[in-house]
């Protein structure tokens, strides 16, 4: 499976951005979402099957961002709301057949970053 993520740019806090990550080839059961702020570590954000059954958010996330697919078009989707300059950091799509490997930052696949700046 190959990832293509879009949707990055510049915005003020509280404001709002959609990301969006396309699949192609074969498809892998969990997708998700990953960032990497500058100076830190690269961390999990969020991922969720395709059936749309699990879910899993980090907790710096959860109740701003939302996570949905399109399975006619094999996208997922990074709704963010309520965006604050911590939310700063390059977002990179992600997929593995198993969800749990997501959530320990090992997925088998990534996309390319996209840059997501959020001014105060």
């Known amino acids: 499976v190959q990832l293509q993520a879009s949707g990055g740019g510049l915005v003020q806090a509280g404001g709002s951005l959609r990301l969006s990550c396309a699949a192609s080839?074969?498809?892998?059961?969990?997708m998700g979402w990953f960032r990497q702020a500058p100076g830190k570590e690269r961390e999990f954000v969020v991922a969720?099957?395709?059936?749309?059954?699990?879910?899993s958010y980090v907790d710096s996330v959860q109740g701003r961002f939302t996570i949905s697919r399109d399975n006619a078009k094999d996208t997922v989707y990074l709704q963010m709301n309520s965006l604050k300059p911590e939310d700063t950091a390059v977002y990179y799509c992600?997929?593995?057949?198993?969800?749990?490997?997501?959530?320990?930052?090992?997925?088998?696949?990534w996309g390319r970053g996209t840059l997501v700046t959020v001014s105060s």
């Open positions: 969720m099957t395709w059936s749309g059954e699990r879910t």
């Open positions: 992600a997929a593995d057949p198993v969800i749990y490997r997501m959530r320990l930052g090992v997925p088998a696949r």
């Open positions: 080839g074969r498809a892998f059961d969990a």
